[in-house]
């Protein structure tokens, strides 16, 4: 079983008629709680941080690369955490395999993967406090109208997410929750 989620298009009066885009993945359901396979090992959590699988279609024409992210918006600091980034994706790539955040020939060549707010690069999985409400984990896939985001592997979530605001053409998103 696939979840899809239908994308939104940044700028629909200045891009031409498509399909919207899709993101799927057979290991994050929309709605649903992750897995323990991709809960984060560490902070108490214990679980396997394994990235994972995603594929995704219906990109925009003039579509050059793309970029992924994970993002907590339920965070009690306020401003979200960053759990993953990945950028500069080839844009005939469309999708990644589970764990391609760990294998060293996991990602295709040239993709990126920026800091997450643990401080290092690569993906970091959920592993919110305690007690709390099950938090949402919004994995997001941008459409991009360059082919390489001008950000080096040290860049930080924010520094990535205003990135793809200004050069993103489309998105599609799977929002997963986890809470202990």
Same mark, same amino acid.
């Given at each position: 079983?696939?979840?899809?989620? *239908?994308?939104?298009?940044?700028? /629909? +009066?200045? %891009?031409? +008629?498509?399909? =919207?885009?899709?993101?799927?993945?057979?290991?994050?359901?929309?709605?649903?709680?992750?897995?323990?396979?991709?809960?984060?090992?560490?902070?108490?959590?214990?679980?396997?941080?394994?990235?994972?699988?995603?594929?995704?279609?219906?990109?925009? /024409?003039?579509?050059?690369?793309?970029?992924?992210?994970?993002?907590?918006?339920?965070?009690?600091?306020?401003?979200?955490?960053?759990?993953?980034?990945?950028?500069?994706?080839?844009?005939?790539?469309?999708?990644?395999?589970?764990?391609?955040?760990?294998?060293? &020939?996991? *990602?295709?060549?040239?993709?990126?993967?920026?800091?997450?707010?643990?401080?290092?690069?690569?993906?970091?999985?959920?592993?919110?406090?305690?007690?709390?409400? /099950?938090?949402? $984990? =919004?994995? %997001?896939? $941008?459409?991009?109208?360059?082919?390489? *985001?001008?950000?080096?592997?040290? /860049?930080?979530?924010?520094?990535?997410? &205003?990135?793809?605001?200004?050069?993103? *053409? +489309?998105? &599609?998103?799977?929002?997963?929750? $986890?809470?202990?």
């Amino acid at each position: 079983m696939r979840a899809l989620i *239908l994308g939104t298009v940044f700028a /629909a +009066a200045a %891009t031409p +008629a498509f399909a =919207e885009m899709l993101l799927a993945s057979t290991d994050v359901k929309a709605g649903s709680p992750m897995a323990v396979a991709q809960v984060f090992d560490g902070y108490g959590c214990t679980g396997k941080n394994i990235s994972p699988s995603l594929s995704w279609s219906g990109e925009p /024409a003039g579509t050059q690369s793309f970029a992924i992210t994970m993002f907590d918006s339920d965070a009690r600091n306020g401003a979200g955490w960053w759990h993953w980034t990945v950028f500069n994706i080839p844009a005939s790539v469309h999708g990644l395999p589970a764990g391609a955040s760990e294998r060293p &020939a996991g *990602l295709p060549p040239g993709a990126i993967q920026g800091r997450t707010d643990f401080g290092s690069a690569g993906y970091a999985g959920p592993c919110p406090p305690p007690g709390e409400h /099950a938090h949402h $984990y =919004e994995i %997001t896939v $941008y459409a991009l109208r360059v082919p390489a *985001l001008p950000l080096g592997a040290n /860049a930080a979530g924010a520094e990535v997410a &205003a990135s793809l605001k200004t050069n993103g *053409l +489309a998105t &599609a998103n799977i929002v997963g929750r $986890y809470g202990r």
